[in-house]
Nanobody
Framework: QVQLVESGGGLVQAGGSLRLSCAAT?????????MGWYRQAPGKQRELVAT??????????ADSVKGRFTISRDNAKNTVTVYLQMNSLKPEDTAVYYC???????????????WGQGTQVTVSS
């Protein structure tokens, strides 16, 4: 099992910055290959924001945030943490942001999709 603990959300004015963190722990955290962030705004479907693959270093960034958001990952002995640096925030970035993790190897991911509890990001105009 994997536990995901998120932090870093909040209220910020348009043009500001926030950094989200998600720490993964648990019995199989060492097998986590993909980690990333999704978001869900009121009345909308959950959408991908950014993901990163441990084994290849590849990242996938949504076009709507490309150039403004950066994803990074820190692998430690007993945990792995993924960060989402959000700059030049816009009101349309307002959403609940969810951390996601999946097992895998190489360029592949498989198995259960684990989710964090979500953290609210609100951008005021």
């Amino acid at each position: 099992q994997v536990q995901l603990v998120e932090s870093g959300g909040g209220l910020v004015q348009a043009g500001g910055s926030l950094r989200l963190s998600c720490a993964a722990t648990g019995s199989i955290f060492s097998r986590i290959n993909l980690m990333g962030w999704y978001r869900q705004a009121p009345g909308k479907q959950r959408e991908l924001v950014a993901t990163t693959i441990r084994d290849t270093g590849m990242t996938n960034i949504a076009d709507s945030v490309k150039g403004r958001f950066t994803i990074s990952r820190d692998n430690a002995k007993n945990t792995v943490t993924v960060y989402l640096q959000m700059n030049s925030l816009k009101p349309e970035d307002t959403a609940v942001y969810y951390c996601n993790a999946r097992e895998g190897g190489g360029s592949l991911v498989w198995g259960t999709s684990y989710w964090g509890q979500g953290t609210q990001v609100t951008v005021s105009s």
